[in-house]
Each structure stands twice: as structure tokens, then as C-alpha cells.
């Protein structure tokens, strides 16, 4: 995942090595795959906790508004299901925000991006906002798309340990955000844009 930071990167890590050696494993021995998984769900929680940290002065309620909303999302919705939660579930009641600051505010913490509608057999890409140089301005037709971090942090219904609870031709569809700008190969590269205004 090319776009986390150095320290999200040794997050990880240290979380891995931690579950490694808590459940048993020495030093010398190869790491396992539950290890490994275990490990990232941990740091996730960190790195989501990271980032709202980061915007707690801009956006102090962020965590609510994840918290409200996210459980009841899959990997991709459109607004009026956005609309239709954050109505539900009392945001402009209880954080002032107008559904427009709502948008916004998930937008700019990196939890809501845009489906780029390039998929794969096993991914479907999303833009988020800090893959570019300025805003992003979801337009109420485009499809919507939770970052995996904050998918997983908030337990959206398409998140790992949700996933059996669907049925077998539901799961089939459910397909992982990717986020755009991650994969080495690509021919064009996000930061060119990003230099460009530096």
C-alpha cells in the first residue's frame, strides 16, 4: 500500500511482530498468516485513530459521524443511502452539520472517495481526496466508496468479520476498495499532479 505513511508502515508492523510473539512464536520463527492479519487490524485502528486525531480541531466530530454511519454502509453506496443514514441516525441533530459539511467532512478525513469505475476481478479503485491537488467534490449521481482502513476500523457491512453474515451470491459481489495511486505499475502516477503545484 504505497500510500501509507513511513509510520503507519512500522505500525503495522510492530503490531504483527506483537500478535506474533503474544501468540507463542520466537523470534526465529516464520511469522504466520493469522499473525499477519491480526496484526493489520490492529494498526488499522491506530492509523483511523491517527487521521482523526489529525482533524480534530477542523472536524471534532468525525469519530460520531463514523461511528454513526459506517456500520451501515458496504464498500460502495450512493449518497441517497448516505442521505438516508445520516438522517436515521441524528447527525445534523446532534453535530450541527448540514448533510452538504457531512459529505465534506468524510471526504476530507479520507473515509468517502469516488468509484474511478476501473475494476478488476478481484478490486474495485477509488480517488480520495488525498490522492489530489484539491478538493474532492462527490456529485450526488457518482457512486461512493469507503476506504479500506475506515471500513474495516468502523465494521462496515462488507468488512471482513461481517462478510459470512452475507449470503453466498451477495458476498460474490462485494468487491475491496483499492485505492487509486497504490499500484507501482500504473502508467500515470498521482503525485504528478501534486508536484506540479509545489
Excluded at 60 to 65: D, G, I, M, Q, S
Excluded at 87 to 108: A, H, K, P, V, Y
Excluded at 142 to 157: D, G, K, M
Aim: aromatic share 8%; hydrophobic share 35%; glycine share 8%.
Amino acid at each position: 500500500h504505497t500510500q501509507l505513511l513511513p509510520r503507519h508502515l512500522l505500525t503495522l508492523l510492530n503490531r504483527v511482530w506483537e500478535h506474533h510473539l503474544s501468540s507463542g512464536g520466537r523470534p526465529q520463527d516464520p511469522v504466520s498468516a493469522l499473525s499477519v492479519v491480526e496484526g493489520v487490524r490492529v494498526g488499522e485502528r491506530e492509523i483511523v485513530s491517527d487521521v482523526l486525531g489529525s482533524y480534530k480541531r477542523v472536524h471534532p466530530e468525525a469519530l460520531l459521524c463514523c461511528e454513526r454511519i459506517i456500520p451501515n454502509l458496504g464498500t460502495r453506496f450512493s449518497e441517497g443511502t448516505v442521505h438516508r443514514l445520516y438522517n436515521q441516525n441524528g447527525i445534523s441533530r446532534d453535530t450541527g452539520l448540514d448533510f452538504r459539511d457531512f459529505m465534506r467532512l468524510m471526504s476530507e478525513i479520507g473515509a468517502f472517495g469516488r468509484v474511478m469505475g476501473r475494476t478488476t476481478s478481484r478490486y474495485c479503485v477509488g480517488e480520495f481526496e488525498y490522492t489530489r491537488a484539491g478538493s474532492l467534490h462527490l456529485a450526488a449521481d457518482e457512486e461512493i466508496c469507503l476506504h479500506p482502513v475506515f471500513s474495516e476500523r468502523f465494521n462496515c457491512s462488507h468488512s471482513s468479520t461481517r462478510l459470512d453474515q452475507l449470503r453466498p451470491d451477495e458476498r460474490e459481489l462485494v468487491l475491496p476498495i483499492y485505492p487509486y495511486g497504490c499500484d507501482p505499475d500504473d502508467a500515470e502516477d498521482y503525485r504528478d499532479g501534486l508536484t506540479a503545484l509545489i
